[in-house]
Structures are given as structure tokens and as C-alpha cells.
């Protein structure tokens, strides 16, 4: 139960991050299933000491989304956005520290697939 929460914030999460940084390149649009396989990629190379607090961080982000209705992988993505600018502009630095993490590896999941898009030029 705890894994499959992890992997449906961690897939909701990273389309939310994707659809906001794409939006101005036709290439990135999605479906971004391999963005997730990316991140949970990256996220299965760390080491324990590292995976547990992001593991813990991630689950607090999903529960922290009930008092607007539901866990955050079953809102509409407008209110998916307002959570994630919440925690991107929250006063408590590990909320904006998780947000900025996956921010990383979702943006270079979808620019590496810009480069590797037909005609790109590098």
C-alpha cells in the first residue's frame, strides 16, 4: 500500500512538474510515462539513508493534499498545480527542498528528450 502511494504521487507529481515546463515545445507534450520511469530510475539509484527520507517526504506530500479533498495523485491537475506552488513557496525549506528534486529530474528527463527529438539541434 505504501509503495503503490509512492509511485501514483511520484507519476502525478512528475506530469504536474512535466505539463508546467513543457508547455512551449510541442516535443515535450505528453504522455510522460518515461519522465516517471526516469525519476523513479533515479530515485531506485540512491542509496537508503538517502531513499528513506525522500520516501517519508513523498508520502507527507500525498497526505498533506487531503484538506483539499483527496490525496494529491487523485485531484484535478489545476489543483495538483496550487499544491505544488504551495510546497515550491512554503516557509519550511524540506517541503521546497522535495519539490525542487523532482523539479530537477523531471526537467532534464524532458530536455534530453528534446535533444533527442528528430531535427534538434545541440
Not at 502525478?12 to 520511469?37: M, Q
Not at 485531484?75 to 524540506?94: D, E, K, M, N, Y
Request: hydrophobic share 45%.
Amino acid at each position: 500500500m505504501i509503495r503503490r502511494l509512492f509511485d501514483r504521487t511520484v507519476s502525478a507529481l512528475c506530469y504536474s512538474l512535466a505539463t508546467e515546463h513543457a508547455r512551449d515545445f510541442d516535443v515535450l507534450r505528453p504522455p510522460y510515462n518515461d519522465v516517471v520511469r526516469f525519476v523513479r530510475a533515479q530515485y531506485g539509484r540512491m542509496s537508503e539513508p538517502l531513499r528513506l527520507p525522500i520516501l517519508a517526504a513523498t508520502l507527507g506530500f500525498a497526505v498533506a493534499a487531503l484538506p483539499s479533498g483527496s490525496l494529491f495523485h487523485r485531484l484535478s491537475p489545476s489543483c495538483r498545480a496550487r499544491i505544488v506552488g504551495r510546497w515550491r513557496a512554503a516557509p519550511v525549506g524540506p517541503c521546497r527542498d522535495l519539490i525542487r528534486f523532482y523539479e530537477s529530474l523531471v526537467i532534464l528527463s524532458i530536455h534530453a528528450r528534446r535533444a533527442e527529438a528528430p531535427g534538434a539541434t545541440t
